[in-house]
């Protein structure tokens, strides 16, 4: 006869960490599904690309660190961090873009700083940034919508591009990325920073064909369909409301503040929202636990920051779009938010209000 | 104030932060009355069952305990008192498990009923308003009242409050899954419990009286609205179910809307709270003069065939209530006391229900599959921050957890680790499924060993502070009262009384029949030590060291002679000045010389292959003093000769194996001057320690610290008291 002896609680909500990785996972499903809808089957080729060399960087450093391989390799973290790149980077980009993306985020960010909960920086957006820096011209060759496009690209093409910067036609990355009317396009937010040093103004940007009707053909269905999902998590309490929120209200203040000063030089607050990584940014990567802050004001305060680095970076940076270094300052700037938002332990340093009324 | 009645009139309640809703499994045993248990074989009473301390042991083995008989009796407004549940013998008076965390055994009264259930003789009280306040706060704290929600505080303290109160709360919430007790209790015993309240209402004289009691109770709530319809004061406020409701602090939140400070208790904010069942036990302690003997248990969980909540006495081992449940036979036992939430699993079925025991849950393993229970499926935090969303206290518990493996105590004290009230709901959503609760337990008691350390340190600091002070002050006044005696012994030695003459002409008798003596045997020992030159083996070092003094003291006299000869002239004028003929310590001397005489011969075989020592009378003496003085201590009694006697001889043999070599070597080096010195003057401490009288002590005393320095003294320095001691003893000598 035995006695069990356990520490209390004795019941548990029976929730495990992987299950909520496999929940985010799901979630990126309708703006995957809209890049590929979009812009081809270059995205899910990389995400495949991606998953397979984060699983066999995930062993080796699990092997070589000794750990519990069959538990943690499969927690779900290492699959979403290379989902999350594999969704970053564009469509054509070369193969060995993933696999160095990827390998280091997984060995380097991740693994090298302690493994899962120890890396002070998204692996996801630390890989991005190293390989935009490393590579930037294979990092900014941006593929147009589908429709926009010159040439036709299916499936083959794109695996062939990929694997060896031709179609099966002989179609180069250039030559894909030219539109009919044979000029090669830029992503939504690039055309509007480049015509502003052109000399023209938003009104003008906006007719271009890749901003099409609203924000930007493709672009904006992207961005409602993680839109879509980071909803679906937060309705799930997979992820908190606070950092996407105050990361979205950040960019729309300042964005409108600038706006509503010079219309002809700044952007509208829905097309900074629905272009680039905004939606994907705010409920994908800068929802990262670990690298985030954990009180519900710290959150706040993280989301804030990161939406006004993102808008200065956009406005005033070199690059077009600045969510990922914003994601980086952001995840330097954690401990110490955290620091300072914490929040009032019960019985502590009651406001007078609260405290005994007599 | 006002709006605070409003409010909870409207239902308007407060909330505090967090709290989780883990399934409440309550309808195991809400649907059956409260059944009454057999008395069983063996009562096991663990002698503290509540916060505080134990009361001090009335009983002894063998003894026939009536039911209700106090146990255990004390003064002490935190101890409180056990009883006997039932009529019986104690058998036995040992430590046994009980219903500890951690599985402690702690001091038990063993109880082997009898059967009869006899009670001491009762004073039912049939009119609690013709008793003073006093009276009845004696009962309550006489009937071994304390709190019976889980933490067990004594009811006695918290009803003696002096502060104004505003808020009775009477806690019925129930906020743990599985447990029905208070329920059950409301239901079947409301008139009783109302008493109770009317009771602590009468002590307390509360502004408002609130009960707060979860909505999962609909029959209880019923029966409460009822019982309490004609009494203004009295508000059933029935709260939304969500887990820690029943916590104190967060009722106080939920019913007031106010935090109870850090470290304060709720009577500061004019509130006291009572759990519900003890409400019925200070009604039953009052009004039937019946003590707490037993308790509603819920005995609950899916391995039981007939889950039900039971009147169970205090003492009853678990495994009797289980098996009166159906618990099966299994191998694998997991017993929990408490809730799933709070309560600890126990090390054996033999853990007795105690005042504090509200629920014993026997889980089956689909049932609570908790990674707690299962083995670890702990991960890494990965900071996903659900635990501090449902801490009620507002905690961190990442940050918490992480400062608790990393041991960074004063980290946890500014995360304010201490006011984690343990409610595990942190532990209860973490993702990770790490036991946080565990750690928290932990770094607490290392936290609080720490303490007492450090508190052991700090006592100790400031004995050692308090010794090295007196110490200094010993050494001040010590030096005062030698300055002292030695004037003293001065103006004596001046005083040249008739008694003085004759004890000096006495003594001078003595010394001269003495070195006569002396001299005869001196010169039959040198002969005899000529031939037979082989020491006991156990002298051996002593005569040794004995030799080199003398060897010294003879090269060095042979060298001084001249000046000696030369000093003892005028010096001998001063006759009336010599301290030593004078007073006892001379007596004492003499009585050693005799003594000395005889050992003599033994200690000088060495010293007898100088020749030089025999010739000179006054040296042979000198050397017969010093080695003979140290035995001479021997007779006396005094154990603190002894002792000194002993220090000193091991100095001396300290000195001698220093100065071995050149003891051997016959040539003695110039230092060996100042050694001889040393043994010198300790040896004449000894010899004068034996004598009662005080000022010899003192003298002795000075003289083994002038030991001491002119061992340190390597210089000539040294040679100049040391000639004028040797001198004195000379002069002794002569007279």
């Known amino acids: 006869m035995a006695f069990w002896i356990a520490s209390s609680p004795h019941n548990h909500v029976q929730s495990e960490t992987s299950s909520m990785m496999r929940m985010v996972i799901y979630a990126t499903i309708p703006g995957i599904f809209a890049q590929w809808y979009f812009f081809g089957w270059g995205n899910l080729i990389h995400i495949s690309l991606a998953v397979i060399t984060a699983l066999v960087a995930e062993f080796t450093v699990l092997s070589l660190r000794e750990k519990n391989i069959k538990a943690q390799l499969f927690d779900g973290s290492a699959i979403l961090t290379a989902v999350l790149l594999g969704i970053s980077l564009p469509a054509i980009a070369p193969w060995w873009i993933t696999v160095i993306g990827v390998s280091f985020a997984i060995i380097v960010v991740k693994q090298l700083y302690g493994g899962l909960g120890h890396n002070p920086f998204n692996p996801a957006m630390a890989a991005y940034v190293m390989l935009l820096i490393s590579f930037p011209l294979q990092m900014t060759s941006w593929l147009p919508p589908l429709e926009l496009m010159a040439l036709p690209l299916k499936f083959v093409d794109t695996l062939s591009v990929i694997f060896s910067s031709f179609t099966i036609d002989g179609y180069s990355v250039e030559q894909l990325r030219t539109h009919v009317d044979g000029y090669t396009m830029a992503t939504p937010l690039d055309t509007v920073k480049t015509n502003l040093t052109l000399g023209l103004n938003i009104a003008e940007s906006m007719t271009s064909p890749v901003i099409g009707e609203n924000y930007g053909v493709g672009w904006e269905w992207v961005s409602a369909g993680f839109l879509l999902g980071g909803l679906f998590l937060i309705g799930k309490k997979t992820i908190h409301w606070a950092t996407p929120a105050s990361f979205l209200v950040s960019i729309f203040i300042c964005s409108l503040i600038a706006f509503l000063y010079s219309q002809d030089t700044n952007a509208s607050t829905l097309f900074h929202w629905f272009n680039g990584a905004c939606m994907f940014g705010a409920f994908f990567i800068l929802t990262d636990p670990v690298s985030g802050a954990t009180s519900i004001k710290g959150r706040i305060v993280f989301g804030a920051l990161a939406g006004f680095l993102v808008f200065i970076i956009r406005k005033y940076g070199g690059y077009p779009d600045g969510v990922a270094f914003a994601v980086l300052i952001c995840n330097m700037a954690a401990p110490l938010i955290d620091q300072y938002t914490r929040p009032r332990t019960y019985g502590h340093n009651i406001s007078s209000s609260k405290a005994g009324k007599e | 104030m006002g ?37 069983p074989e063996q009562l096991i009473l663990p002698l503290q069952q509540h916060i505080g301390i134990a009361a001090d042991l009335r009983v002894k083995i063998g003894d026939k305990v009536l039911k209700g008989q106090a146990l255990t009796q004390s003064m002490h407004p935190m101890a409180v008192p056990i009883h006997a549940p039932t009529s019986g013998t104690i058998t036995a008076i040992k430590d046994a498990v009980i219903a500890h965390p951690s599985g402690l055994s702690e001091l038990c009264l063993f109880i082997t009923p009898d059967g009869e259930d006899t009670w001491q003789e009762r004073h039912i009280c049939t009119d609690v308003s013709k008793l003073s306040h006093n009276e009845i706060i004696d009962k309550i704290s006489s009937a071994g009242i304390s709190g019976m929600g889980g933490a067990g505080f004594p009811t006695q303290v918290k ?45 307390l004289s509360p502004e408002h009286i609130l009960i707060g009691i979860e909505n999962n109770k609909p029959e209880a709530i019923k029966v409460l609205q009822q019982a309490t319809a004609n009494n203004e004061k009295i508000q059933v406020c029935v709260l939304p179910t969500k887990y820690p409701t029943g916590g104190e602090k967060q009722l106080i939140q939920i019913l007031t809307g106010q935090e109870v400070p850090s470290g304060v208790f709720p009577s500061s904010l004019g509130i006291v709270m009572q759990n519900i069942a003890t409400c019925f036990a200070i009604a039953d302690a009052v009004i039937n003069d019946i003590p707490l003997i037993k308790r509603v248990v819920t005995v609950s969980g899916q391995a039981l065939q007939k889950p039900q909540n039971v009147w169970s006495l205090l003492g009853t081992p678990v495994g009797f209530l289980l098996e009166q449940c159906g618990y099966p036979n299994k191998d694998k036992k997991h017993i929990i006391m408490g809730g799933p939430m709070m309560g600890y699993s126990l090390p054996s079925d033999q853990v007795p229900v105690v005042k504090t025991t509200n629920c014993i849950l026997a889980p089956s393993e689909q049932e609570i599959s908790s990674p707690y229970s299962t083995g670890t499926k702990e991960v890494e935090c990965i900071r996903c921050g659900q635990c501090s969303d449902v801490c009620p206290s507002q905690l961190l518990p990442q940050e918490l957890q992480w400062s608790a493996k ?14 984690c009230i343990e409610c595990g709901a942190c532990a209860y959503v973490c993702p990770s499924q790490i036991p946080l609760v565990h750690y928290y337990r932990v770094a607490k008691s290392e936290i609080r060993q720490q303490k007492q350390l450090d508190i052991k340190a700090e006592h100790a600091k400031v004995r050692f502070e308090a010794r090295k002070e007196r110490l200094a002050r010993d050494k001040i006044a010590r030096e005062e009262k030698h300055k002292a005696a030695a004037q003293a012994r001065k103006a004596r030695m001046n005083s040249g009384t008739s008694e003085a003459k004759t004890e000096k002409s006495a003594v001078a008798a003595a010394l001269a029949r003495v070195k006569a003596k002396k001299a005869q045997q001196t010169q039959g020992s040198d002969s005899v030590a000529a031939q037979t030159v082989a020491p006991p083996a156990d002298n051996e070092q002593k005569s040794q060291v004995s030799a080199a003094i003398a060897r010294a003291k003879a090269k060095k006299l042979a060298a001084q002679k001249n000046v000696a000869t030369y000093k003892s002239e005028p010096e001998n004028k001063l006759d009336d000045v010599k301290p030593t003929a004078d007073d006892k310590k001379a007596k004492i001397a003499a009585a050693v010389a005799k003594a000395k005489a005889r050992k003599l011969t033994e200690k000088n075989n060495d010293n007898a292959v100088d020749s030089d020592l025999a010739v000179d009378d006054n040296i042979t003496n000198e050397a017969a003093v010093l080695a003979s003085q140290a035995e001479a201590v021997v007779p006396a009694n005094d154990k603190k000769a002894k002792i000194a006697a002993a220090v000193a001889k091991a100095k001396a043999r300290k000195l001698a194996e220093k100065n071995n070599d050149n003891a051997v070597d016959s040539d003695l080096a110039v230092d060996d001057n100042i050694t001889n010195e040393a043994a010198v003057l300790a040896s004449q401490a000894e010899a004068v320690v034996p004598a009662n009288d005080k000022k010899a002590k003192i003298a002795a005393a000075v003289a083994k610290a002038k030991a001491r320095k002119l061992a340190q003294q390597q210089d000539k320095l040294a040679a100049t008291p040391s000639e004028e001691k040797t001198n004195k003893h000379v002069k002794s000598e002569s007279t």
């Open chain 2, 3 to 39: 709006s605070v009645i409003e409010r909870i009139k409207r239902a308007n309640f407060w909330t505090f932060h967090g709290g989780i809703h883990p399934p409440e499994q309550k309808f195991l045993t809400t649907d059956k009355p409260i059944r009454a248990v057999s008395i």
């Open chain 2, 406 to 419: 990393a041991k960074d105590h004063q980290q946890l004290d500014k995360l304010n680790l201490f006011d």
């Open chain 2, 159 to 203: 009803i003696s409050t002096r502060d104004k109160i505003q808020f009775l709360i009477i806690n019925a919430a129930e906020c743990e899954p599985y447990i029905s007790a208070d329920d059950l209790l409301i239901r079947e015993h409301s008139p009783s419990i109302l008493d109770g309240i009317n009771i602590l209402d009468r002590i």
